[in-house]
C-alpha cells in the first residue's frame, strides 16, 4: 500500500475515532445493545439482494455486447471491483478497471469490449444520482442549516461528477475527441514513465476503436435503456431502504426523505478522492447530519456504525476474500494501484 494512501486511511479512521470518543463509546454500545436483531439481519438480506441487482445490471450490458458468461460468476467480480473501489482513494472508480480485466481475462473478451461494459454499468448508476444529487443539495441549502463549506463541497462533487462524466460519454463516441483525449493521456504518461512507450500511441488508439464500437452498441440497445436504466433508479431506492431498516432496528422515527437526503449527500462526500472509501468522512458526515436533524448523537453513531458495517465492510471483506481466486495477475495489478 502506497504510504499516501495509507496516511489518508489512518486519518479517515482517527476522524472517526475522535467523533466516536466525543459522542461516546459507552453510550453507542449501549444503543447498538438496543437494535433490533432482525431488523439488522433484513437489513444483511437487502445488502445481499443488492449484490444480485447490481449482478443483474451489468449482465445486461455484458449480453448487449455477446460476452457470454453465467451471472453467478459475474457476482465475485463485482464483488472484488467493489472492494477495490472502497479501498482506494480514486472516487469510487479504482475497481473498475480491475473488474474489466477480470471479465475480459475470464471470457477471453478484448479488454475494450469487457470495459465498455463497466464504464456503460457505472454510467447507468451515475444518471439516478444526478437527479438525487440536485433534489438533495436543493433540500440542504432549504431545509438542513449546514455550513457554507459543506454545501460548497456538495456543488463541487455534483460538478466535478458532471464534467467527467460528459468527458467519458464524448469520449465514448466521438472518434476526434476520443482520440485528442486519448493522445493527451499519453503524453502524460510518457513523462512519467522510463519504459520504452513506442508502440502505446498505436495501440491506444486501436483499443479506443475498439471500446467506442462496443459502447455505441450498448447505446443502440433497447434493454440497456429500458430495462437497465430503471433498474438503476430502483437500486438506489432499494439502498435508501437499507439505511431507513438499520434506523428502525434502533426503533428511531426519522423520514424517509430525509434518509434519502443523507444518504445522497454522504455518497457524493465519498467521491471526493481523498480518503480511501471515504473511511472516517462519510461516517463522520452521516452522524452529524442525522444529529442535526433531531437524532440523538449516541444512536446517530450506531445507526451509522452498522450501516457502513453491511454496505462497506462486509462488502470489501467479501471482496478481497475473492481476489487470490482470480489468480497472481489480479493480485499484481491490484497491488499497483497502491
Known amino acids: 500500500m502506497k504510504h499516501k494512501t495509507l496516511i ?3 486519518v479517515g479512521i482517527g476522524i472517526l475515532t475522535l467523533m ?32 444480485g441487482l447490481w449482478t443483474e445490471r451489468w449482465s445486461i450490458n455484458i449480453q448487449a455486447v455477446a460476452i457470454s458468461i453465467r451471472k453467478i460468476h459475474l457476482i465475485p467480480m463485482l464483488l472484488v471491483g467493489m472492494a477495490v473501489n472502497n479501498i482506494t482513494p480514486s472516487a469510487r472508480g479504482g475497481g473498475e478497471p480491475i473488474r474489466a480485466y477480470i471479465l475480459g481475462k475470464y471470457t477471453n473478451s478484448p479488454m475494450e469490449t469487457s470495459f465498455a461494459t463497466v464504464i456503460a454499468d457505472k454510467g447507468l448508476d451515475t444518471f439516478p444520482l444526478f437527479l ?29 461528477l458532471v464534467i467527467v462524466f460528459i468527458i467519458a460519454l464524448y469520449m465514448s463516441v466521438n472518434q476526434n475527441i476520443g482520440e485528442k483525449i486519448t493522445k493527451w493521456l499519453i503524453r502524460v504518461f510518457k513523462r512519467f514513465s522510463k519504459k520504452d512507450n513506442s508502440k502505446l500511441e498505436r495501440n491506444a ?11 455505441k452498441t450498448l447505446l443502440k440497445n433497447r434493454k440497456v435503456l ?5 433498474l438503476s433508479f430502483f437500486i438506489w431506492f ?14 428511531t422515527p426519522i423520514s424517509l426523505e430525509l434518509i434519502a437526503v443523507v444518504f445522497v449527500i454522504a455518497t457524493l462526500i ?5 480518503i480511501p472509501g471515504g473511511v472516517g468522512a462519510v461516517d463522520g458526515m452521516m452522524i452529524v447530519l442525522f444529529s442535526i ?7 446517530s453513531a450506531a445507526a451509522t456504525i452498522v450501516e457502513r458495517l453491511i454496505s462497506f465492510w462486509l462488502t470489501s471483506f467479501l471482496g478481497i476474500a475473492m481476489i487470490p481466486y482470480f489468480g497472481s495477475g489480479v493480485m499484481d495489478r491490484i497491488s499497483d494501484k497502491f
Request: aromatic residues 16%; charged residues 5%.
Open 8 to 10: 489518508m486511511l489512518l
Open 20 to 51: 466516536v470518543l466525543l459522542i461516546g463509546p459507552a453510550k453507542i454500545a449501549e444503543a447498538v445493545e438496543m437494535a433490533n436483531p432482525w431488523y439488522v439481519a433484513l437489513a444483511f438480506i437487502i445488502q445481499f439482494i443488492l449484490y
Open 132 to 160: 438525487l444529487a440536485v433534489l438533495t443539495i436543493i433540500y440542504a441549502v432549504l431545509y438542513l442549516k449546514l455550513s457554507f463549506f459543506v454545501i460548497f463541497s456538495l456543488v463541487i462533487s455534483l460538478i466535478l
Open 205 to 215: 488508439l486501436i483499443a479506443l476503436t475498439g471500446f467506442q464500437s462496443s459502447i
Open 226 to 230: 429500458f430495462y437497465a436504466l430503471p
Open 238 to 251: 432499494v439502498e435508501i431502504i437499507r439505511l431507513y431498516i438499520v434506523f428502525l432496528a434502533f426503533n
Open 270 to 274: 465519498g467521491l471526493i478522492p481523498l
Open 293 to 299: 436533524a433531531g437524532v440523538p448523537p449516541s444512536i
